[in-house]
């Protein structure tokens, strides 16, 4: 199978590399953006490969939802079949990549846009055929599982620690979209889908790292916990949850363990209990290893990984309920349902009653809009 390679950045050179070494696929041309980097058999026009009969399917690998979704589109109307690692793409227009792959006959996998090199999508896929999968979620972001740990055990500065995973290729070409909470968010709205056949796209709740700071961590070590950001899902009565935030586990919960680039994406089925798999989930060639997996289970017949009948709906986060640290400015305390607090100054570190995770992320929302400075996590997963 010949396969042309839209984008050549980080991915999109290990994703050739890989090709190159294949037993059963070839490399075809690269789509290169006119100004952008060379490549190998370039090509700058789109069309140069979907007119091309010897090309079977197209690797996108380019990320952003515009101009990739035009080019799946045209790259599926073509009868090419189409893999991407692009989280945004398949989060805003997956479910239209779904019904345009399954009308032309050709595939539309994504495994590499949820975990990296570990093989989750494909797992639940998998799993939801026989077993009821009760939850789903875990570290699915490597950028931020780096910084954690390396402004954990390396002492670095949350600047520091960003600067450190851009150069290794891990975080994405706008790395808000890591730090913010929303690159995991899509993953598990990914995830959701393939599980639930429920696409969450509205109701969402994500929290990020950009306000934890070095004494934040110091904190968390003085007083046992190691901080990760986690995405969750689940069943919610007719629709889903799915939400990202960042939780303190105790020293020797299995998170903790989880250091650098990984990630740990688990999900638990009713009949088969708590499935757990952990590996690379960002870098060149991990997230390379699985968009040549997919392609692989192309060659095997498996096409897709949404249902015919997968459609989008209205997350409901309103079920779950959770103690959280809160580190906010003192006068701001009564604004939560305070358990036990510790003032330090004009900063007040308060543990609260268990409260749901949507009133926790409105009630930061809120207090932010007002111009306050906090920073929130669950405790305890
Ligand atoms: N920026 C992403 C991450 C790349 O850090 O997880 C892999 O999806």
């Not at 999900?267 to 798999?277: A, D, M, N, Q, R």
């Not at 997350?315 to 701001?332: F, T």
Request: charged share 20%; proline share 4%.
């Amino acid at each position: 199978m010949r396969v042309a390679v839209l984008g050549f950045g980080t991915v999109g050179v290990g994703v050739y590399e890989m090709l190159q070494q294949a037993q059963e696929l070839e490399a075809g041309p690269v789509l290169v953006r006119p100004g952008k980097a060379d490549a190998p058999f370039k090509v700058t026009d789109l069309e140069q490969i979907l007119a091309d009969p010897r090309v079977d399917a197209v690797a996108e690998v380019m990320g952003g939802v515009e101009p990739a979704y035009q080019y799946a589109s045209a790259a599926l109307r073509a009868g090419k079949h189409f893999v991407t690692s692009n989280k945004a793409l398949v989060a805003a227009r997956g479910i239209e990549l779904n019904a345009l792959a399954r009308e032309n006959g050709a595939a539309f996998l994504f495994s590499a846009a949820c975990g990296g090199g570990v093989p989750f999508l494909h797992n639940l896929s998998l799993a939801r055929e026989s077993d009821e999968i009760l939850s789903l979620g875990g570290i699915l972001n490597g950028t931020t599982n780096y910084m954690l740990d390396a402004m954990q055990r390396l002492s670095l500065d949350y600047g520091e620690a960003l600067q450190d995973a851009q150069r290794l290729g891990y975080a994405e070409a706008d790395p808000s979209a890591d730090v913010s909470g929303m690159d995991a968010l899509r993953k598990i709205m990914l995830a959701c889908a393939v599980a639930y056949d429920k696409l969450p796209s509205d109701g969402l709740l994500n929290e990020g790292i950009e306000s934890i700071t070095a004494a934040d961590v110091a904190h968390f070590r003085s007083k046992g916990y190691t901080c990760r950001l986690l995405a969750r899902g689940g069943r919610a009565g007719e629709s889903v949850s799915a939400w990202v935030e960042p939780v303190l586990l105790r020293d020797g919960a299995p998170e903790c363990a989880v250091l650098e680039n990984y990630n740990m994406a688990s999900y638990e089925g009713k009949c088969s209990g708590p499935i757990v798999l952990m590996g690379q989930g960002a870098g060149r060639y991990p997230t390379a290893s699985a968009v040549l997996r997919d392609l692989s289970c192309i060659l095997h017949g498996k096409l897709y990984m949404f249902q015919v009948d997968c459609r989008r709906v209205a997350a409901d986060n309103n079920c779950k309920e959770q103690i959280y640290y809160v580190r906010l400015p003192a006068a701001l305390a009564g604004d939560l349902p305070v358990e036990s607090a510790e003032l330090d100054g004009d900063t007040v570190r308060v543990v609260t009653r268990p409260i749901s995770v949507s009133q926790m992320h409105v009630t930061a929302q809120r207090l932010r809009a007002a111009g306050a400075s906090l920073f929130f996590a669950a405790i305890g997963g």
